[in-house]
């Protein structure tokens, strides 16, 4: 480690991405007691419409939704590389190769106001962890409301419709696709991405995110 470095971990101590805690030194990301005890995500038998196969890193509760609050809305940049880092191997173990990765879009709106698309730094870690060409093939064409304010599936359901347009058709022909995306809740978002690519001509579609809600039969 150079100098420049020590002297910047004694300025900025490097802290676990879960729960605050200042890292030790042979730490990374996660302090020992998180990567221990936080609960991977299991996903018992779910599954999403339009979408293959999917994986997340951890269930959206506790540390792990404070995390992620944090880093959308607090701007901690920072926890991209973390998250992409265990999405991708998550990824590896469960969902197997993809042709080409992309991800959740958010609108311009939002872009504008959060200065940057949480979704899109966490995809392209993946996609350098995996070395798989990461690019942007959805576009978000309405600023709907947020899916977190929408109590019902079928609310959720019918708020993203319409939503999202393909780009790239040349890109999206024929590819296995692997969708990320921060937060699975209903999995109504995941869904309709999914029948965009597909109507575009994907050959199918893997989905990934950092955290997912519980599934109701578990």
Not at 33 to 54: M, N, Q, S, V, W
Not at 71 to 94: H, L, Q, T
Not at 119 to 125: H, S, T
């Amino acid at each position: 480690m150079s100098a420049v470095h020590r002297l910047l971990d004694l300025i900025y101590p490097r802290k676990c991405v879960l729960c605050r805690e200042i890292l030790h030194k042979e730490e990374t990301d996660l302090c020992k007691r998180c990567r221990l005890e936080t609960p991977r995500y299991y996903c018992f038998g779910r599954k999403l419409p339009r979408i293959a196969d999917f994986t997340a890193v951890w269930y959206y509760e506790d540390q792990v939704r404070e995390s992620l609050i944090r880093y959308k809305f607090g701007n901690v940049r920072s926890y991209a590389s973390a998250y992409g880092r265990f999405a991708a191997m998550r990824i590896m173990e469960d969902l197997g190769p993809a042709d080409i990765i992309t991800w959740v879009p958010v609108s311009a709106r939002r872009k504008w106001q959060r200065g940057y698309d949480q979704v899109e730094l966490i995809a392209k870690v993946v996609g350098l962890e995996l070395g798989i060409p990461c690019e942007p093939l959805l576009k978000k064409v309405r600023h709907n409301r947020p899916q977190s304010s929408l109590e019902k599936a079928e609310q959720r359901r019918a708020n993203v419709l319409g939503v999202y347009q393909p780009l790239q058709i040349e890109r999206i022909r024929g590819r296995r696709i692997l969708l990320i995306d921060d937060i699975l809740t209903t999995g109504a978002t995941a869904s309709e991405c999914a029948r965009v690519l597909l109507t575009a001509g994907a050959k199918e579609i893997i989905f990934a995110a950092v955290a997912a809600g519980r599934n109701q039969n578990e």
